[in-house]
Nanobody, 121 residues
Framework: QVQIVESGGGLVQPGSSLTLSCAVSGITLDYYVIGWFRQAPGKEREGVSCISVRHGSTYYADSVKGRFTISRDNAKNLVYLYMGSLKSEDTAVYYC??????????????WGQGTQVTVSS
């Protein structure tokens, strides 16, 4: 059974940084892709970033490019999302998801419960 647990969300001020963690259990991630998605109130879910666990290839949405960094710790089945220069529009519930296909434009197979990130002064 695949389990995905996100952590690290919270309330931060604009301009600050935050790192989210995604812990995955129940599968070996070597051949999978980990994606971060977010959903703000009243908006559709948006793909933020993804990483190929095996190859380390990364992809970022234009809205976060240059500010966010995705990384992985293969030995610990952990994936991180470093979020820098946070803006109020980054406020959302952030979800970690796992899939076999690289990219953000499709539905992922496995999802976590999400962690709230609020950027406000």
């Amino acid at each position: 059974q695949v389990q995905i647990v996100e952590s690290g969300g919270g309330l931060v001020q604009p301009g600050s940084s935050l790192t989210l963690s995604c812990a995955v259990s129940g599968i070996t991630l070597d051949y999978y892709v980990i994606g971060w998605f977010r959903q703000a109130p009243g908006k559709e879910r948006e793909g933020v970033s993804c990483i190929s666990v095996r190859h380390g290839s990364t992809y970022y949405a234009d809205s976060v490019k240059g500010r966010f960094t995705i990384s992985r710790d293969n030995a610990k089945n952990l994936v991180y999302l470093y979020m820098g220069s946070l803006k109020s529009e980054d406020t959302a519930v952030y979800y970690c998801a796992v899939d076999g296909t690289y990219g953000l434009g499709h539905e992922y197979d496995y999802w976590g419960q999400g962690t709230q990130v609020t950027v406000s002064s």
